[in-house]
């Protein structure tokens, strides 16, 4: 298999988590929009409810993100890079990519005994109603970050054989 199109397979698995992460965000909307009506209409509402939105939008949070940058939609300072050969374009996003997948790494390994923690406590809401499987949500963070490893491993299978095919590779991206 080559690079490109093991990348390929790498980036469906990013497509389709990102995908489920847009479907959370319209969960998101519909349980905002109840939890607003029925406090201001009915006076009516839960802790539960109300936390709910923030663990959603740690989903979408963490697993959006990977599908943001498959896409090329994230923040990126140009003014450098756009003045850049495509060929320096593709070292600068290798590069990037092992950096990300180093910092994923980091951020995994020092999540553990925070998840780990968190598990072994059964650790809950601290508000009444509150939500009771909290560690549930944080066992989501190293879990966040394999994703990404898997599309910064994408990225730089991709832009390291870009790169390397030199000029005659640009128009295979």
Known sequence: MSLLRLADALEAVTDLIGRAAAWVTLLLVLLVTF????????????????????????????F???YTL???EHVRVDMLYERMSPR??????????????GVSIMIIRYSMNYVGQSWLTGE???????IPARYALKAL??????VMIIQATAMALRHGALFLAGPRGEDRQ
């Not at 809950?124 to 509150?130: A, L, R, Y």
């Open 35 to 62: 939890n607003v009506a029925s406090r201001y209409l009915f006076s009516w509402g839960t802790v539960w409810l109300q936390e709910a939105e923030w663990h959603l939008l740690a989903v979408i949070a963490l």
């Open 64 to 66: 959006g993100i990977t």
């Open 70 to 72: 498959r896409h090329g």
């Open 88 to 101: 320096s374009q593709h070292l600068v996003d290798f590069v990037s990519a092992l950096v990300l997948i």
């Open 124 to 130: 809950q809401s601290p508000d009444p109603g509150g």
């Open 141 to 146: 963070i190293p879990a966040g970050f394999a």
